[in-house]
T-cell receptor, first 111, second 112 residues
């Protein structure tokens, strides 16, 4: 019940296309859902986050869609660019200490 | 502004040798501190977290230990490394009572 399942494991998208990464959770006590972006050899950096009281949050080309009833949330990257090529992690938490991370999606955007 | 420092960046250690990884945070007080491990092709696994000096919570029983000797210093240690300890170790901090981690740049540990 503490798992966050992330898919796909890897994704290849053409430049200008839409990248979509999905996550699903079981624990209904989760109340904070961040996405992190990690470049090779670097630590993950917070990209965008959402709380379950909203269904969508947008920041620039990045959008989180949240479906509380289905216990799913997804990251959409519009107009994907080669510079977006990185590993993306979803996460969930029910408090301020512990995050449960997904297994990551390696995104490659072709020029 | 707050910054997090983690060192060394890479480390190659023989099996059975000790380990000490250090993490420090600047520009804040009373942070929550975390150690995560990222194994190849896998997600981020929480190893330890600390809400104050000397206060350590362990998430996964294993060959590692953590200490927080000062408010903004977090150390990950092992007395005898195993091959399975290889991985990418990440320190992170958060404001007490707030959401959102900030990760350090990580240490790539290879046990040979």
């Amino acid at each position: 019940q503490q798992q966050v399942k992330q898919s796909p494991q890897s994704l290849i998208v053409q430049k200008g296309g839409i990248s979509i990464i999905n996550c699903a959770y079981e624990n209904t006590a989760f109340d904070y859902f961040p996405w992190y972006q990690q470049f090779p050899g670097k630590g993950p950096a917070l990209l965008i986050a959402i709380r379950p009281d909203v269904s969508e949050k947008k920041e620039g080309r990045f959008t989180i869609s949240f479906n509380k009833s289905a216990k799913q949330f997804s990251l959409h990257i519009m107009d994907s660019q080669p510079g977006d090529s990185a590993t993306y992690f979803c996460a969930a938490s029910s408090g301020t200490y512990k995050y449960i991370f997904g297994t990551g999606t390696r995104l490659k955007v072709l020029a | 502004s707050q910054t997090i420092h983690q060192w060394p960046a890479t480390l190659v250690q023989p099996v059975g040798s000790p380990l000490s990884l250090e993490c420090t945070v600047e520009g804040t007080s009373n942070p929550n501190l975390y150690w995560y491990r990222q194994a190849a092709g896998r997600g981020l696994q929480l190893l330890f977290y600390s809400v104050g000096i000397g206060q350590i919570s362990s998430e996964v029983p294993q060959n590692l230990s953590a200490s927080r000797p000062q408010d903004r210093q977090f150390i990950l240690s092992s007395k005898k490394l195993l091959l399975s300890d290889s991985g990418f170790y990440l320190c992170a901090w958060s404001v007490r009572g707030a959401r959102g981690y900030t990760f350090g740049s990580g240490t790539r540990l290879t046990v040979v």
